[in-house]
């Protein structure tokens, strides 16, 4: 007897292979077998007739890390009722490990007040360690951050490192991939990633090609200088042959769009010569991202303290502002989603902001900067459909929801700050896009994107595909009722359609409810 059976589904096994008709036995944690199984018995028993049944989708690019969740909502909801059953964090060049000083967590800081913080490990094997305490309900693995590796060493200093501070940069980053790390992000944008020189980023790159790790990367200019920006990323991979992943490609505003196809053949080129690159992508022409963005680097030197002096100086604040004009802002699609002490800001556009206080936009942006200690999320309508579209069909393209996992539950008031609505419907979205309204892509090629393409990128041997001895990683789900509920002013909604979520043969989610009785994620390690 089998502990689960899923019986008359419509298989769609993530490989790209063609959609059968199969029943599959679940055994422990793993895929037991996969046939007609009529004369089978199982404890329990789904009938899954006029349903697809699927892998776990994959998430390469999350932030509930960062961002804290997921140790303040441990169940991830937000993910699984997606179908999202593994994800990976330490995107940008922050990871909540390692972490052996105080100014090591700084490049998370932007996100949450030191407060909310609790660390009680330095190695990642004991943040390992701490998370398996959770309980999580969902897997999740992580990469190791080239800005917390940086702070590591030099603290707050942005600066060239020196070759000794560059070896014990790659001596930590080696430490945490022998314990788990799948490999280094970046983000060559910040202030640390602009300090930091070509040899530097080569020798820790070449760290993650010894130990057969991934590169993943923020890309430091995804506006007019995007062909640049990319470029240096591909030089990267094919000096130090390391596989890499552009992390949310886009390009952003008017000036960059026209140079998305030329991106495109950058990579395809890149790919004929055999360097290893790929990409995912959200389905919104919304970013989302902290309003210190908006600031040029000259600003951002320093800590919290320091840069919140220069908007009280009035040369330095003039200079702002100029700065906010040459950036042509559109400042009617640009939404404040979250300022903690700024509440009745959040929803509205800049430009309606500014109507009601009678300042000049450029002096909210620094007004709720400066109230909010820096702390202010947008939401900013700059990306072109057109774009997205064309980097779906893409054969190295995979979907991700740049997201961050939350528990409604958790939520005390969801009438205040917002979350990004790609956090509860980014692959129903996706789904509903290019497989059911533009019919750009098959149920099974749009499957593969969201579960075998990534587990492949990620180097996951028994994630990603429903073959026998693989993790029962499985959801089941209506594909006429699938999609995504979240709004931009109501984002805290789940995603309709997603029926059944086993996670390593756990039942975790049952008729579109959480079950709580059992938790099955795993902590997911570099094999």
Not at 81 to 93: C, D, E, P, R, S
Not at 199 to 204: C, F, Q, R, Y
Request: proline share 3%; with cysteine; net charge neutral.
């Amino acid at each position: 007897m089998y502990d689960v059976i899923i019986k008359n589904g419509t298989v769609i096994d993530g490989t790209g292979s063609r959609a059968v008709r199969a029943d599959i036995a679940v055994d422990g944690e793993k895929i037991k077998k996969i046939a007609n199984l009529k004369n089978e018995e199982a404890k329990l028993t789904i009938d899954a007739e006029n349903l697809y049944v699927t892998p776990g989708f994959i998430d390469l690019t999350t932030h509930s890390d960062s961002h804290w969740t997921l140790f303040s909502h441990p169940n991830q909801e937000s993910f699984l009722m997606q179908g999202i059953t593994t994800i990976l964090g330490g995107h940008g060049g922050s990871s909540l490990a390692p972490i052996i000083n105080k100014e090591s967590i700084g490049s998370i800081e932007k996100w949450l007040e030191p407060s909310d913080i609790n660390i009680n490990w330095q190695t990642l094997e004991q943040f390992f360690s701490e998370l398996s305490k959770h309980n999580l309900k969902i897997n999740f693995g992580t990469l190791t951050g080239h800005e917390t590796l940086r702070r590591n060493i030099l603290k707050n200093q942005v600066r060239r490192a020196k070759n000794e501070e560059i070896k014990e940069m790659a001596n930590l980053l080696a430490q945490s991939l022998n314990e788990g790390s799948f490999g280094l992000s970046t983000n060559l944008g910040s202030l640390h990633g602009q300090a930091a020189s070509d040899s530097e980023i080569d020798a820790l790159l070449q760290t993650v090609t010894q130990n057969n790790g991934t590169s993943m990367h923020h890309m430091e200019d995804e506006g007019k200088n995007l062909l640049p920006a990319l470029s240096r990323i591909i030089t990267f991979l094919r000096t130090t042959r390391v596989k890499g992943h552009i992390a949310h490609l886009k390009a952003i505003g008017r000036m960059a769009w026209e140079y998305f196809d030329n991106a495109l053949s950058m990579i395809e080129n890149a790919r004929k010569e055999g360097v290893q690159i790929t990409c995912d992508f959200y389905p919104y022409t919304r970013t989302g991202s902290n309003m210190s963005s908006l600031l040029p680097s000259w600003a951002l030197l320093g800590n919290e303290e320091k840069v919140m002096s220069l908007f009280k100086n009035e040369v330095s604040r003039k200079n702002l502002k100029n700065h906010f004009k040459e950036l042509t802002l559109h400042y009617n699609k640009i939404t404040v989603a979250s300022a903690q002490h700024s509440a009745n800001s959040v929803g509205k556009t800049l430009k309606e902001i500014s109507e009601m206080s009678g300042l000049t936009p450029e002096d909210v942006i620094l007004q709720l900067l400066e109230i909010n200690n820096l702390r202010v999320s947008i939401f900013n309508e700059v990306l072109l459909e057109k774009n997205i579209e064309n980097l779906s069909a893409k054969p190295y393209s995979m979907i991700a929801s740049d997201g961050v996992g939350y528990d409604l539950s958790k939520i005390k008031d969801s009438g205040s700050d917002l979350a990004h609505p790609r956090s509860f419907g980014a692959f129903p979205k996706a789904i509903n896009w290019f497989v059911k309204q533009k019919k750009s892509l098959s149920w099974e090629d749009m499957i593969y994107k969201m579960s075998g393409l990534p587990a492949a990128t990620l180097g996951l041997e028994k994630r990603g595909a429903l073959k026998e001895d693989h993790y029962a990683d499985i959801i089941i789900f209506n594909p006429q009722e699938i999609k995504d509920t979240a709004t931009y002013e109501n984002p805290f909604s789940y995603s309709k359609g997603i029926k059944f979520v086993f996670v390593n043969g756990v039942l975790t989610i049952a008729e579109d409810k959480l079950k709580n009785d059992k938790s099955g994620g795993k902590i997911i390690k570099k094999e």
